[in-house]
Structures are given as structure tokens and as C-alpha cells.
């Protein structure tokens, strides 16, 4: 599971989709071996930048993160956020876009919407008003499959999830209704956290297409661990508490995790841990929308080989 370049795109590749699947969309398909040395370079550049200013940020991979200033003013949040591509650009010799917004999941939007290599922001007061307009697949949570179900039912925008009453929003999305619907209405309370405030490591992703446990899940899976240890290796961390968030096409959500007997950031450690959370999560043939890992109880201690399992009660 690979990235795909914006001349790719066109082709219906994608990131995150395996290599067979963008060979047969794009056959002319050029692709570039992985150098993850590089990637870990340019990715500690990048977040040194970001930390000039900061108040916190909450590295998402390598390449995202959430950034927390001290300013309720919407032109200095915007003045930092051209300081950091302008240094990015200079010091990395990267590009990148920027979202600027008071919530997390507008700035998310709006960084893509920016794309590629550019910024946009939007004022505190006006984020209903910005999401209104857009298509009800942008909204966090809400993948194709529940996108066609909901414009079968006339909701095609995020707007039109904003206004639905709580009978509308819970008979939508089961118990995450109300949630899912301030998020419509551009209310998302939670602040950025940093790596070493929060200890812990997590990478997750939404499927395009809702999931049963099989190659495809596996493969998700083992593309997440190894996000994890690179994001890991990057801070030059280890952690012991490994954990697997699984939310379920009904949009409940269940986790498992397991404990190593010494903190790592070996990729193949971090996924036979996570399989193993996987397996006690026992799916039963249910199908998956979202998969995340994360791993915690985070040291900085000399790591042993060492791969007994310990699992929690």
C-alpha cells in the first residue's frame, strides 16, 4: 500500500491502495522505490519547523500534523502557517498545505481542500458555514458506502446532516449520531495534544469500502504498524502497550490491546501484536470501516529482543 502522485489520480489511484489494484487502473504506472531514510530526514525537518511557535504538535505520520499556536487571532495563525511552508520550502525543499481553522477536523478539511502546495483558512464562527456546502462524504466517519446511503435518503451535503434531529442522526449512525452531527454543525472540542504529552503513537484509516477480516484487512493492518514504527523511530521512541481501534460498519467502536515484555518499535513485533488484538477482537464475519493502531506506554529505554506477549485482562 503505496501514495499516489496528483498525475496518477486521475487513473483512480489512490493512496493507500495496494500496487496490483494501481497497475491495473494506471498499466503505465511509474513506480518509485520507498526511502524511508530520506522520508524520516525530511520528516524530522519538517516537524522542527513546526515547533518553532508552537504550543504543541500532534504528529499524525510523517508527513501530517496538528499544530496549536497562542492565538485566538485568525491572521497570525495564518501568518505562522505561511512561515512554515515558506521554511519547509527552504530547508526540506518540500511543499506543503495548510488548513487553518479553531477545530481540528475543519483545519483537516481545509488542508485538503488547499491541495496541492496550498493554504486555506477559515474564521472562528464560520466553519458551519464553510462545511454546509460540502458533499456529506467529507464528513469524518462517513465513507462511500455510507455516502450512497445517505444521498439515497437526501442527504447529500454536510449541511443537511447539521439539521437532522437527534431521531434522524441516531437511526444514521447508531450511538456516534450526535457526535457525527456537531462535527456537521463545526463542533469538534478536542485540542491538539503532542506525542510527548499524550505518550502515545496511533495511525488509523477510514476504507473506502467497509472491510471483512481477510487480505485486505491484513494488509491495512501491516501498512498501519508500519506507519506506527516509523513515526516511532523518527522521535526515537518505543512503547510496550500495543492496541487495535476497530469501528464496524454500524459505526460501534471496540478495541483490544496487548502488552510486549519490552518497549519496541519493530515494525514486525508491533504487527504480530496488533494480529493478536485482531484475532480477541473476534469479528465474526462483521465487515470493518475504519482500522487504527496505537501504541503506548512510551519509553526512550534501550530496546531487548525480546517478543513474549503478555496479554491484558
Known sequence: MLTASYEARPFGVRSALPLYKARALCPELIVVQPDFDRYREASRTVFAILARGATAVEGLSLDEAYVAIDTDALDAAVAY???VRAAVRAEAGLTVSAGVAAQKMVAKIA????????????APGDE??????MPVGRLWGVGPKTQLRLTARGIETIGDVAVLSDAAVFELFGRAGKSMRDLARGIDPRTVESDQATRSVSAEETFEYDLADGPDLRSALRELCADVARRLEAHGLRGSTIGIKIRRSDFSTLGRQTSVAQPTRDAALIEAAALLCLERAALGGGTIRLLGVRIASISE???????LFVPDA
Open 81 to 83: 502557517a505561511r512561515i
Open 111 to 122: 488542508s485538503d481542500a488547499a491541495k496541492p502546495d496550498g493554504l486555506a483558512a477559515v
Open 128 to 133: 458551519a458555514a464553510y462545511l454546509a456546502p
Open 301 to 307: 529505554e534501550a530496546e531487548r529482543q525480546i517478543s
